[in-house]
């Protein structure tokens, strides 16, 4: 592939995220057997790999979204708001949060405060990466595809001023 200006280098193949989502939704699948789990999935950012993961999950399940916003650019505002809310109630549900990327972990801690008092049965997070070093308050994903360093990423859902979700893979994304 030729190289692209905005790409310091790929992180994540193709291949390697559609091996690691088939690892994570068999282990969702084996985990909420007989459960029929909510997925709840985080817009913008997890729409390929919620499209991937439910493709490999073998239970029954029903889907929904949250659009939450906390991003310019590169850097996380830290204030975090609700674009577009639930449309079913998870009142008895077991609840799968799908995120792209942990980071500040604010998003998260936000979403599981607004939730919690919702009646869920359980709710666990499952993200495609988590970026341990810029941690601001503790979240604990349950299911994680990859770690990764503290580095600005694009691909697969994840963008840059709303560019480059459509690339196939994860990369690097080289500032200007
Ligand atoms: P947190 O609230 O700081 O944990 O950030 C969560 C959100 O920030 C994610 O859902 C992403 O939308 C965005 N984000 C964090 N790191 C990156 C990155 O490296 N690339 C693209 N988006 C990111």
Redesign the pocket.
């Known amino acids: 592939m030729a190289q692209q200006p905005f790409l310091e280098r790929i992180l994540i193949s193709e291949e390697q995220l559609a091996t690691r989502v088939q690892e994570l939704g068999r282990q969702i699948s084996a985990d909420y057997r007989g459960k029929k789990p909510l997925f709840v999935g985080?817009l913008?950012?997890?729409i390929l790999f919620y499209s991937d993961l439910i493709k490999n999950v073998s239970v029954d399940c029903t889907l929904d979204f949250m659009c939450?916003s906390?991003?310019s650019g590169?850097s996380?505002t830290?204030h975090?708001r609700t674009m577009l809310d639930l449309r079913e109630s998870i009142q008895d549900r077991h609840v799968i949060i799908v995120?792209?990327?942990?980071?500040?972990?604010?998003?998260?801690?936000?979403l599981q405060n607004h939730l919690k008092d919702r009646g869920a049965a359980s709710i666990e997070i499952c993200c495609l990466?988590d970026?341990p070093a810029?941690?601001?308050v503790e979240?604990h994903p349950k299911y994680v595809g990859f770690t990764?360093k503290d580095?600005?990423?694009?691909g697969y859902g994840?963008?840059?001023n709303e560019l480059y979700r459509n690339l196939p893979y994860i990369g690097v994304?080289k500032k200007q």
Do not use: W
């Not at 580095?151 to 694009?154: D, N, Q, R, S, T």
């Open positions: 985080i913008r950012g997890c939450l906390s991003y590169t996380s830290g975090v995120e792209d990327i942990v980071d500040t972990g604010l998003t998260l801690e936000y990466l970026k810029n941690r601001k979240v990764i580095e600005f990423v694009i994840l963008d840059y994304f």
